[in-house]
T-cell receptor, first 115, second 119 residues
């Protein structure tokens, strides 16, 4: 069975600090997808990234970066120089590579950026 | 492109009534649509997977007679909560899966969600 664990329930930092959100996953599949989504107070999910399991290169997009470590089954997300607008709940998710590609979500991390 | 809409965005109903939620892919045809439920301050849990013209596949613990899913076309799926009760109050989110012509990627796109409150 697939499982995603986000151990950090809530994180609160002061604006401009860097913050890392942890994600650990479990799957028996050899190929799979990993995702990060942002959910602001409005509730609508905002897609941030999709990573396939055979691409372990880290990725950077502006202030966002992702560290994929297959050896430790982790896919951590770092926000550099955080801003108040980054405040939201962030979900890590996992899906099978083939088939229906149903998403399994982690519990979410509520990030609060204080001015 | 790749926009998914849901209607209504919120609904309040009395206990015992049925509520229908629509999920539409506006500018693409979806091979598969998914329905998720999110209770306050909790994660998203998959309820069911539906393909156009066939019966939905429900996740363990989800009552198929209570949550009726109709996938009438490649752009529309509906979720009907029958005989709703206060414990059904939740945020219901759909997603639509498609291979986009522009990118060739097989992706899922989420709707904005429907907040259901049952009094």
């Amino acid at each position: 069975a697939q499982k995603v664990t986000q151990a950090q329930t809530e994180i609160s930092v002061v604006e401009k600090e860097d913050v890392t959100l942890d994600c650990v996953y479990e799957t028996r599949d050899t190929t799979y997808y990993l995702f990060w989504y942002k959910q602001p107070p409005s509730g609508e999910l905002v897609f941030l990234i999709r990573r396939n399991s055979f691409d372990e290169q880290n990725e950077i997009s502006g202030r966002y970066s992702w560290n994929f470590q297959k050896s430790t089954s982790s896919f951590n997300f770092t926000i550099t120089a955080s801003q108040v607008v980054d405040s939201a709940v962030y979900f890590c998710a996992l899906s099978e590579f083939q088939g229906a590609q149903k998403l399994v979500f982690g519990q979410g991390t509520r990030l609060t950026i204080n001015p | 492109g790749a926009v998914v809409s849901q209607h209504p965005s919120w609904v309040i109903c009395k206990s015992g009534t049925s509520v229908k939620i629509e999920c539409r892919s506006l500018d693409f045809q979806a091979t598969t649509m998914f329905w998720y439920r999110q209770f306050p301050k909790q994660s998203l849990m998959l309820m069911a997977t539906s393909n156009e013209g066939s019966k939905a596949t429900y996740e363990q613990g989800v009552e198929k007679d209570k949550f009726l899913i109709n996938h009438a076309s490649l752009t529309l799926s509906t979720l009907t909560v029958t005989s709703a009760h206060p414990e059904d109050s939740s945020f219901y989110i759909c997603s639509a899966r498609a291979v986009l012509k522009t990118s060739g990627r097989d992706e899922q796109f989420f709707g904005p969600g429907t907040r259901l409150t049952v009094l």
